[in-house]
């Protein structure tokens, strides 16, 4: 697409991944509207100071009423009209082997990452743009394997990856893609607290946990905001156009499949 701005539609954006999601699309001209359980203020800015176009609608992705308000809230600032949406917003889960998992840790993260993205999906459907939208799910590289300690998650982000098939089934009729990003680590606030997490329940220090993670994969370090961004822009354009229900790792080598 390209003879009409973007209106895209980012979930979790006022911080991390999501942040460097919506500075991407905001630096290629696009209506952007970020829909976060926090403020956005930083990322707000950061956007329009470079001239960009960013508004905030508070949502809590796994609260029903929360998401269809802000849903229709985000599609009012977008005119009607939304051509890229992308389920970003997720939480890390909690650290317990699944002996020892409480259900209500498992409900919380399964709650937020996948039926969030469900309703943010289903609200969002009514007002995409009737040629080419787009649909980018940010699932994980723990979407295709195991990890210890993190069933919840990890569970969590395979069902995305099911999700994003479904979706991307039923969508294409209409013309709507649907494809996701698994990303490995990426730098950032959030890896170092991950980290130190699996530090403490493995009984490792963060830097030897720091270091065994890097050693994984191939290329020998974790990723950035900014490559995850820029293969989600990648999936939300034209150029991209073959493609849908596709899982793509963003893993600097560490999962191949
Ligand atoms: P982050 O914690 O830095 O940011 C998450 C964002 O989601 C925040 O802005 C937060 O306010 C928002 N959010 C959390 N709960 C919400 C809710 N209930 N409703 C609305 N918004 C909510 O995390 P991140 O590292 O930027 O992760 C972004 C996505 O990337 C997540 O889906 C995460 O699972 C995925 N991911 C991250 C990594 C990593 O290493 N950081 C690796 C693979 C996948």
């Not at 970020?34 to 609260?63: K, M």
């Not at 849903?71 to 939480?91: F, K, P």
């Not at 309703?119 to 590289?141: D, G, H, K, Q, W």
């Not at 098939?165 to 893609?177: D, H, Y």
């Amino acid at each position: 697409m390209s003879n009409h701005q973007r209106h895209v539609l980012v979930t979790g954006a006022a911080e991390g991944v999501g942040r460097a999601i919506a500075q991407t699309f905001a630096s290629a001209g696009a209506r952007v509207v970020i829909a976060d359980i926090q403020s956005a203020d930083e990322t707000l800015r950061l956007i329009r100071e470079q001239g960009g176009s960013a508004e905030h609608v508070h949502c809590d992705v796994s609260s029903e009423a929360s998401v269809v308000r802000a849903i229709a809230e985000a599609a009012e600032l977008l005119d009607g009209r939304i051509d890229t949406l992308v389920n970003n917003a997720g939480m890390n889960g909690h650290y317990h082997l699944v002996p020892d998992m409480p259900l209500a840790a498992w409900e919380e993260t399964l709650r937020i990452n996948l039926t969030g993205t469900m309703l943010v999906t289903r609200e969002a459907t009514r007002y995409l743009a009737p040629e080419a939208a787009t649909i980018v799910n940010v699932a994980s590289n723990v979407g295709k394997r195991g990890l210890p300690y993190r069933g919840d998650y990890v569970a969590s982000k395979w069902a995305l990856i099911g999700l994003t098939q479904t979706v991307a089934l039923e969508l294409a009729p209409r013309g709507v893609r649907v494809n996701a990003v698994c990303p490995g680590p990426i730098e950032g606030n959030r890896i170092e607290d991950v980290m130190q997490r699996h530090a403490d329940v493995e009984g490792a220090t963060l830097a030897e946990m720091r270091a065994k993670w890097e050693s994984e994969s191939p290329l020998g370090r974790f990723v950035t905001p900014e490559e995850v961004a820029s293969v989600v822009r990648f999936l939300a354009d034209s150029a991209s156009s073959a493609m849908t229900g596709q899982a793509i790792n963003v893993t600097a080598g560490l999962v191949m499949h």
